[in-house]
């Protein structure tokens, strides 16, 4: 069996170190190197918490990406360091497989475009959960029959990026259904700047963060006499794990970008 040679970015992550435990398990996968901010030179068994594995650690994600041979990088760092290594790895023959999240719309125009001219597969999916791709397919669903809805999104008080990658494709699911308009009432005034959370295109998306808390959200659809919620919880990092699994197995099928796991979902 050839084995898919993996990079891993933010190895000592929250998500990196059950990402590690998940490439440990399988044997189709084959980890090669990572990157990481510290311990550059040393293997990943040297350092404490991480698996038995003699890959080697780089600092130099351009160095890394580079000189090592390899089919797909998994980045699960920030949005600055996500977006250039999602760049470095497609300049250089690898296929990147992104949950790191918080991109701007130019930099995914971008990383399409260049991954499209160099017909390299790419997987940026800004919730890895199975559950949490049904829910954003079920809103997009609802949003034919509701017209109005508020998108809530709680995430534990580490996260860097506000709203949630998922509540901004979610709310892009449901662009595709939903006419543009105001909600709420016309005069509605905030006495509390924020009060109603951010706006895209009347919708509202709220954004909680408290320690306790992992990955959540709730689409809350209302109509004449009925609401309608719709919620995922991730109570588990290990709920990611079957999602980068099948991205970064379907990624070497492919030779485009896709934004979203349901493209690689039957
Ligand atoms: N798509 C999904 O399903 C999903 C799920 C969970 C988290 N995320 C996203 O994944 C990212 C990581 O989340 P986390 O909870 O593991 O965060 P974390 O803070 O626990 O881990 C990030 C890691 O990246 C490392 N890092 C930072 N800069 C780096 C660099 N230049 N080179 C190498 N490593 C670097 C940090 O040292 C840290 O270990 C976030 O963007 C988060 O939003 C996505
Ligand atoms: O822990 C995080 O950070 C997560 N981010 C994703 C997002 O921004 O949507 C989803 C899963 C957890």
Redesign the pocket.
């Known amino acids: 069996m050839t084995q898919i040679k993996m990079i891993v970015a933010g190895p000592r992550g929250?998500?990196g170190q059950e990402a590690l435990r998940m490439i440990e398990k399988e044997d189709k996968f084959k980890l090669v190197a990572c990157i990481d901010r510290k311990h550059g030179g040393s293997k990943v068994k040297d350092v404490s918490g991480l698996p038995a594995s003699d890959a080697v650690i780089y600092t130099d994600a351009e160095q890394c990406l580079s000189e090592v041979e390899a089919d797909v990088l998994v980045d699960l760092t920030t949005p600055e360091f996500g977006y250039k290594h999602t760049k470095l790895a497609l300049e250089n023959g690898v296929r990147p497989v992104v949950?790191t999240?918080?991109f701007t719309e130019e930099q995914m125009v971008e990383l399409t475009n260049l991954a499209e001219t160099k017909k390299l597969g790419a997987v940026i999916a800004?919730?890895?959960?199975v559950g949490?791709v049904l829910m954003m397919q079920f809103s997009k669903w609802a949003a034919k029959h509701f017209q109005d809805v508020e998108i809530i999104?709680k995430?534990?008080d580490?996260?860097?990026?506000a709203?949630?990658?998922?509540?901004?494709?979610t709310a892009e699911l449901i662009k595709e259904e939903r006419e543009s308009h105001p909600q709420g009432h016309t005069d509605e005034k905030e006495t509390l700047e924020g009060a109603r959370g951010a706006d895209v295109d009347g919708m509202k998306i709220h954004s909680v963060r408290l320690p306790g808390l992992?990955?959540h959200?709730e689409v809350v659809f209302g109509g004449l006499g009925q609401t309608l919620t719709i919620k995922h919880d991730?109570h588990h990092?290990e709920s990611?794990m079957s999602g980068v699994n099948l991205a970064a197995t379907e990624v070497m099928e492919i030779d485009v970008l896709v934004y979203g796991l349901e493209h690689l979902l039957d």
């Open positions: 929250k998500m949950g999240t918080g800004p919730n890895f959960a949490a999104e995430h534990h580490q996260k860097l990026d709203p949630s990658g998922t509540a901004v494709k992992v990955a959200q991730s990092r990611f």
